[in-house]
């Protein structure tokens, strides 16, 4: 049992047997995981520090990219608040999973069926957090890491999802929380409860690899990253076995340019899924952004239309 554990872990699967070995080998680890002081923000300051807040228009969700216009060069983009926009090239950065079930609504004309197909034979897994918080750290000063093995399965079906709880460790910059990854199905089940539930059962998980020193916490957070409409999920984008039956053995097949009946390339892919070795990482999503816009950069003039980037 340990072994599917930690592989549903790792990669976010529901059962190991959902990802390609192929897909898995792929994969190149960089090392060690870090964190940012300030989290993400830091990350999304820096990136801003050159962009003037004009040109960024948040809250504003698009329903609709027309990018093959008989009359028209370009793509038309229209939100969801109803703004319109023209752009010579767009850049979509969506999630595989929010992009497989609203592709056939936001993209007129249909995406070639060839990249649907591509797009159906990768999954996003779903990796969530739960945190519990206490005003002062019940465990002492150092910082605590609890490494959990289950060999008895007794638990009620209600609770089963916390066999998918491996590892429960102190967050380095808020070290009076405790912080759990839940993966997979086991997940996706966390995210149907309400949330006092979920936080009696990892209560009584703590109880019961501790002792009844654990206290009530005075903070509670769990995230539902899988019933997010905006990503429908979280970590990781792997190509199936189906897939990797299908013909999908890279990333980058997802990533292929929608070019218009004049032969203008005006749709390009990036995000994390688009990345061969880097899938799932912040880092592998930046770098495929980065490489789409060079090539944008590359084909236009110094009075060419702006480039619209779709988050």
Avoid at 37 to 42: C, R, V
Avoid at 234 to 250: M, Q, V
Wanted: proline residues 5%; hydrophobic residues 40%.
């Amino acid at each position: 049992m340990l072994m599917p554990q930690m592989v549903n872990y790792m990669e976010g699967t529901g059962s190991w047997f959902d990802i390609s070995a192929r897909d898995a080998d792929q994969f190149v680890d960089y090392g060690d995981d870090f964190q940012w002081k300030d989290g993400y923000d830091t990350l999304i300051t820096y990136l801003k520090e050159s962009i003037p807040d004009s040109a960024v228009k948040l809250s504003s969700p698009v329903c609709k990219i027309f990018w093959d216009e008989p009359a028209e060069e370009r793509v038309l983009v229209v939100t969801l608040t109803g703004d319109a926009y023209l752009a010579s090239h767009v850049i979509v950065t969506a999630s595989v999973a929010h992009l497989q079930e609203r592709h056939t609504h936001i993209f007129h004309p249909a995406l070639p069926q060839s990249l649907v197909n591509a797009l159906m034979n990768v999954r996003l897994g779903v990796a969530n957090k739960v945190q519990v918080g206490w005003a002062e750290p019940w465990w002492g000063s150092k910082p605590l890491e609890l490494h959990i093995l289950w060999t008895t399965f007794d638990l009620s079906e209600n609770m089963s999802w916390l066999y998918g709880v491996t590892i429960m460790f102190s967050i380095h910059q808020h070290w009076t929380v405790l912080e759990t990854f839940v993966t997979g199905a086991n997940s996706t089940y966390m995210e149907s409860l309400p949330e006092s539930i979920v936080k009696e059962h990892i209560l009584y998980l703590l109880r019961r690899v501790i002792g009844d020193i654990v206290p009530e916490p005075t903070f509670f957070r769990r995230t539902r990253w899988g019933s997010n409409p905006w990503t429908r999920g979280s970590y990781s984008s792997f190509i199936t076995l189906d897939g990797d039956k299908a013909g999908i053995h890279r990333h980058d097949q997802l990533a292929s340019p929608l070019v218009n009946s004049k032969g203008k390339t005006v749709v390009l892919w990036a995000g994390e899924h688009t990345h061969n070795t880097r899938y799932s990482t912040v880092d592998g999503a930046m770098e495929t952004g980065k490489h789409e816009a060079l090539k944008i950069i590359s084909k236009l003039k110094p009075s060419s239309s702006s480039v619209l980037v779709e988050h």
